[in-house]
Every structure is written in structure tokens, then in C-alpha cells.
């Protein structure tokens, strides 16, 4: 099992070295990158906002029952600095990530593992086309100039979702929430939820592109590998996160 592991991780990192090529043709890559951009990144705006309105109610709504339940007098200002603290380091990378993970992923391992099964991608490589270049590095470079965008708007959605169940719930007032907004925050929270989500853009678009590209057999196969792709995903984010963690805030 171990072996087998290593191997496939040999043959991804040869995979990510063979995409990781200037384009045979900028004209045709401009065209792909741009298709990605739509399907990987502003098709997925939805499932953001929608995710992060709920994540930053939630989360606002906690930190308010646990200030109150403290034998410590804690200002309600405090529950918009750490609902805003939870967002940027925990929730909007990590678990946004872990959504896309599953909406992204899938959907390039299902639409690289159909083509491998139906030789399109074998049709690639007799023209003479780097069929890895072709397919992956769009991907790669469309979901890690796109995710931090995404990213950043799911920050900022959540604080304005914390602000309307305050508003709601009538716990805390505007400017209450406001000033725990604009306390201040260590500029390395902010390069540390940035770095976080960069690398986890890379993984969301290589592991599952991996998966895809390396199929064979049927749709069958194609639906299992879709699956694994999905699950190793999320397992690299977990495991890369905890590695980056201890590097940067450590």
C-alpha cells in the first residue's frame, strides 16, 4: 500500500512538472484560461455567498452566547472582532476551501477522466499537443488567481452575515459590531489566511486533475475516481494546513 502511494505520488509530481510548461499556444491558452475562470471560480459565487451569510451568523451567534456565559465581563464589541478573527483564519479558507473541494474537484476529475476515457486526450498527445499543459495549467492558474477572490468575498459576506443576525436578534448594535470590526488585527493573520488559501487553490486543482487525467477503463472508473479525487482532496487540505500552520503562526 505504501508503495503503491509513493507511486502515485511520483507520478504526480512528473504529472504537475509536465503541465507546468509555457503554452504551446498563448491564443488558445488565453481562450482556455478564461473558460476555467467561468466554471471554476464565477460559477461557484453562489455557493460562496450563500455558505458564508450562514457561516458568519453562526458564528457571531456563538460568540456572543459564549461572552455572556463568561464569568468575565467581555465587551459585545468583542463578538465582531472574533467573529471577523474566526473567518479570516479558520472558516473562509479552510471551509470554502473544503466546499469548492467538492464542487471544483469533481468536476475537473469528471470532465478530465471523460475525456481520458473517450481518447480525447490520446487525440492530444498523436497531434503532438502537451496534453497535460493543455488541460491542467489552465485549471491551476484560473483556481489560484480566482479562489483568494473568492476567499476574500466570503470574509466579507460572513462579517456582514454576523451583522444582520446581531440586527436580527437585536444581541448587539451596529456600532458595537462595528467597532469589534475595526480593532486592530497582526498583519501575519491576514498573509497566513492568504498563504493558506493559495496552496489549497493549488491542491483543489491539481489533485482532482491527477485523478482525471490518469482514469482508465469506463464511466464507472471515471465516477470512482471523481470520488477518490474529492476525498484526497480534502485529506491534502487538512494535512497542509496543519504543516502550514505550525510553519507561519508557530
Known sequence: MIKTFLNAFGEYFL???KSMRAPQKASVFWKLFMREVSDLGINSFGLVVFTSIFVGAVTSIQMYNNFSASDFPIPTSFVGYASKAVLILEFSPTIISLILAGK???????SMGTMRVSEQIDALDIM???SANFLILPKIIATVIFNPLLIALSIVVGIGGGYMAGMATGN???A???????????PLFYYYALI??????FIIATVPAYFGYTVSGGSLEVGRASTQAVVWTMVFIILSELLI??????
Open 104 to 110: 471544483v474537484g469533481s468536476y475537473i476529475a469528471s
Open 245 to 250: 500552520t505550525q510553519l507561519v503562526l508557530s
Open 128 to 130: 503532438g499537443v502537451n
Open 15 to 17: 504529472l504537475m512538472g
Open 176 to 186: 458595537d459590531f462595528t467597532t469589534g470590526i475595526r480593532m486592530y488585527m497582526p
Open 196 to 201: 493558506k488559501t493559495l496552496v489549497f487553490a
Open 172 to 174: 448587539w448594535t451596529t
